[in-house]
């Protein structure tokens, strides 16, 4: 069936470096990856997504990019805060017949930013 | 902005119980998801409903059951509870749009279902 990898499962960093994150997907007609910030017993919270027809996007600290050829989207936090770790995930969504969406996500990488 | 609203937020049952959690979608939204997650996962997916129809179907054991109501409002019924159903359960809702625009999902809070 389909399904989403992301590596690394766990980061630690320097603050004020940068974090990347990548995710693979399998199916090929997947056309949308938000990325999803998510803190100790809280609800999973979007930070930036990108469409399959878009390459890159960035937000302020926070860049993500497509491949859609390799099948390959990353998550580039820049200037890293200790505010920043968490964890966080991918997640690829694909069409179905009924007009909604399949979201499948990825393992999630624990993000630790060391001040 | 109005949220995704889920209820109650935490609950405590005893094995082979039975227990209901709802959930209130934003506004216009047309679009439900359930999702379970357990310590340390990542949310698996269980259930989808689309004006009340299910449009999805992920993981959810033949135990637990789920609707969307006229006003789009959604519930997990989940019967003979077993100790590996503790888990934190949360309800998502988009608005559908074309298939080429992809549609964001937004989480409610979640329900903390603990099973002794």
């Known amino acids: 069936g389909e399904n989403v990898e992301q590596h690394p499962s766990t980061l630690s960093v320097q603050e004020g470096d940068s974090a990347v994150i990548k995710c693979t997907y399998s199916?090929?007609?997947?056309?949308?990856f938000p990325w999803y910030k998510q803190e100790l017993g809280k609800r999973p919270q979007l930070i930036i997504d990108?469409?399959?027809?878009?390459g890159e996007k960035k937000d302020q600290r926070i860049a993500v990019t497509l491949n859609k050829t390799a099948k390959h989207f990353s998550l580039h936090i820049t200037e890293t805060q200790p505010e920043d770790s968490a964890v966080y995930f991918c997640?690829?969504?694909?069409?179905?017949?009924?007009?909604?969406?399949?979201?499948?996500f990825g393992t999630g990488t624990r993000l630790k930013v060391l001040a | 902005a109005a949220g995704v609203i889920q209820s109650p937020r935490h609950l405590i049952k005893e094995k082979r119980e039975t227990a209901t959690l709802k959930c209130y979608p934003i506004p216009r939204h047309d679009t439900v998801y359930w999702y379970q997650q357990g310590p340390g996962q990542d949310p698996q997916f269980l259930i989808s409903f689309y004006e009340k129809m299910q449009s999805d179907k992920g993981s959810i054991p033949d135990r637990f059951s789920a609707q969307q109501f006229s006003d789009y409002h959604s519930e997990l019924n989940m019967s003979s509870l077993e100790l590996g159903d503790s888990a934190l359960y949360f309800c998502?809702?988009?608005?559908?749009?074309?298939?080429?625009?992809?549609?964001?999902?937004?989480f409610g809070e979640g329900s903390w279902l603990t099973v002794v």
């Open positions: 997640a690829a969504s694909t069409p179905l017949a009924s007009g909604t969406y399949k979201y499948i």
């Open positions: 998502a809702s988009s608005l559908r749009r074309g298939r080429d625009s992809g549609n964001t999902i937004y």
């Open positions: 199916d090929s007609a997947s056309n949308y």
């Open positions: 990108i469409r399959s027809n878009v």
